[in-house]
């Protein structure tokens, strides 16, 4: 008998991937208990309708046809949620320099500032990094990737974007501008935050063409021009690293009078200026669990920052203010503890979804189970924001992704190791 | 103590273990009369319970961290000890009696690895005193002597159940020096929260921190670097050893670098070793025999999970965070189950560390995400069990497990009291007991304590405009 050819093989299985592929976004989740992260609230015993990748009704008794059918016996299903503001698929290992992409250092050992606006880190983002399961399969479907202001670059740090963890090499949403005030910034602009202003307003001199390209006095690029004079013009958003209540005035009186549509990023004494917030719309992202005073912009840290802020009417959504990327995973503990120290369930759960999805221009996309929007799902095994329940399945665009990662694998290596005679190595 | 030093005799190779009798630091009375011992302690322990009546805790379920679980339990306390456990206990007519129906009480939660104090916050570089980043091997000095008592990381710490915790000198250096055991309880001094009776710890670091920071000062540069200065460190004590015994009544020159290695080779002194890859821990096992001491527990160790049946085997505690990874390469390879393998290996002691001052305020939470992790491949973990992660098992590392660590009649009465169950985002400690005082209450602001450092810092915050 002749062998298939491999060739032929390959066709094969091509086929096959294409049609399950298809096949596999529909999906119909029955009996759910459906957080939906809109005004529709949470909705018991619910079922909720996939087509090609997007939900397309909820309701009880729904029809899927052919579409596979997942019996969720009445637990949680939420959108997938946000990770954070943090550099996964720009960095794999912290420590080795040739796997973080995150920050622009052009004048590192010089004293000059490298005001470099035009650098979007999104053009670094690798869609295999082994982060993107790690946070994935704890229930997590897409995240704002940043650019880090850091030494040798400036306090303004470049452009990020949203990406979505479903192998897409492109983000699925507007860019982002990151600017870092404060003290974590001043070593940025000549050691006092005063200056920080300073050049901020410089800056936008430049844009308007007060000081002309060629002057000795010029900081940017005409790339950099153009950049910021998008977000100078409200054009996009501006993600500000800022902690201390003084700072956030400012920055609040500083982004009305130069229509810049900023959100805030750290925010750790928010909640001594949280009607201020309020008042001017201002979406804010917060760690919960950086309570302690760290440094001297955040003597006022408190686990209830974001309980205030909540209750204040401010939209608060969270981020890890350490090692993001890795732990991406904590952002529920982060909402879990925010609810535990006051703030409504409903609201955290915002936090993980509908506001950072609003915030950085993607709400019609993510952040809700609504008609319409991509079927990124997670189903629990109990209250997603208690560290004592975890993802069960994760859906990206209605396909079921697997509940791998390198982790899972490395554990199911270890965890069976008596099994064989052979090493570890020897176990697929 | 006395039968871990023993132990610890059983597997020397050097005869000096015999005949220097394990003496406890606050043994002071150091007479002229004969050779100061390796672990005399001149800076003893000044800490004095805070005076308290009875108090009977009612109705409680109680983890005890003996591994049992109580329903509808009572737990007793008089004179800064636990009396009895059990249910219907009548309490004295004097004693303060506490309704814990609904409640969860376990013992006082034990951190084995804190930088508290050598690292407080804010993150003053004036006070960043963690590591004598000066030589590869400083077992001369002593981290007690960096701590800043008004870290206001202690209170955050109180309001996560801590009562007892370790704090280490940094992981810069192979022999960073000797760590010190301290009560949560704020005091002017760090003599004033000293654990009376406390071994020290000795911190060592494998890896990828040493050669870092010594890689372009002279070295080590490299692990096979590393690991020769360990042995050359240890080879010195020996002979150290040998001479101080021959020496006669003066003991010769004291050597303050030497006396902390003969106390971690004679047993007095703990070894926490700062250790991550799996082949690594074994290394510094093969090291531990070679020189004649025990290692009693690495910490971070991401890897002990693919090493977990030796560990047990050895009797060294793995010190481990829930779920920490990916920050260097040596942290590459973490997993979330890797407290629970510990756990389950034969005879496998797992610690639920934190190394942070916020993960500290939160080992319960730590501790819920590996049970969690758990349950999702089917193997459960049940609370009483959990519990002796943060408790016995850190206190038999350090040492102290004789006296705290379970909520055992004649033991410390370090206690807390949850608002449910500890292993959940939402669990709370609302009350905090050490030596049978309440020194927290969520709900009594005059229970809260606060360091020098926070006071007055908020006095024109009504004014602002």
Known sequence: MKRPSMKHLAAAAALLLASTGAFAQDLLIRNATVHTATRQGTLQNTDVLVRNGRISAIGRGLSGGNAPVIDAQGKPLTPAFFAGINDIGAEEVSGESATVDSHLALGSGNKDMQVRPEFDVTTAYNPESVLIPVARVEGFGWTLLAATPTAGGSFIGGQGAPVRFDGSLDPFGPKVLFVTLGADGANLTGGSRAGQWMVLDQLIDEVRGRIPQDSQFALLTPAGRSTLARYFGGGGRVAIGVHRASDIRRVLRWAKARNVRIALVGASEGWKVADEIAAAGVPVFVDTLANLPADFDQIGATLENAARMSNAGVDVGFTLSDSGSHYARKMRQVAGNAVSYGMPWEAALAGLTRVPAQAFGVGNEVGGIAVGRRADLALWSGDPLDVAHTATQVWMGGRATPMKSRQTELRDRYLHRAESVLPPAYSQ | MHKTALAACAALVLAACASTPPSKPADTGASASRAPLFTDDPYPSTYQRIPSGPVLISGATVLDGTGKRLENADVLMRDGKIVAIGAGLEAPADAVRVDARGKWVTPGIIDVHSHLGVYPSPAASAHSDGNEATSPVTAQVWAEHSIWPQ??????????????????????????????????????????????????????????????????????????????????????????????????????????KMDSLAGAINGDIRVHNHCYRADEMAIMLDLAKEYG??????????????????????????????????????????????????????????????????????LNQEAAKVMANGRRIGIDTTPEHAIRWLTINAAKSMGIDDVTGSLEPGKMADVVVWNGSPFSSYAQAEQVYIDGAKLYDRRDPKLQPKSDFMLGQDLMQGEAK
């Open chain 2, 151 to 256: 870290d206001p990381g202690f209170a955050a710490a109180l309001a996560g159940g801590i009562t007892s915790l370790q704090i280490l000198p940094g992981s810069a250096n192979l022999i960073g020096g000797r760590g010190v055991t301290l009560k949560n309880v704020y005091s002017t001094t760090y003599q004033g929260m000293k654990f009376p009776g406390a071994p020290w710890g000795l911190k060592m670091a494998c890896g990828e921190n040493p050669k870092r920071v010594y890689g372009s000062r002279g070295g080590p540069s490299t692990r096979m670097g590393n690991i020769a200065g360990f042995r050359a460190a240890f080879a010195d004590a020996a002979d150290y050893m040998k001479k101080r015994q021959g020496a006669g009544k003066d003991g010769g020159k004291r050597d303050l």
């Open chain 2, 293 to 362: 001491f025990k290692i009693s527990a690495f910490h971070h160790g991401v890897e002990a999970y693919k090493l977990a049946d030796r560990l047990a085997a050895e009797g060294v505690c793995g010190a481990l965070w829930a779920d920490w990874w990916g920050f260097k390469m040596e942290s590459f390879d973490g997993i979330q189950e890797n407290i629970l393998l510990v756990d389950r290996a034969p005879g496998g002691c797992a610690i639920v560390h934190s190394d942070s001052g916020e993960g500290i305020q939160r």
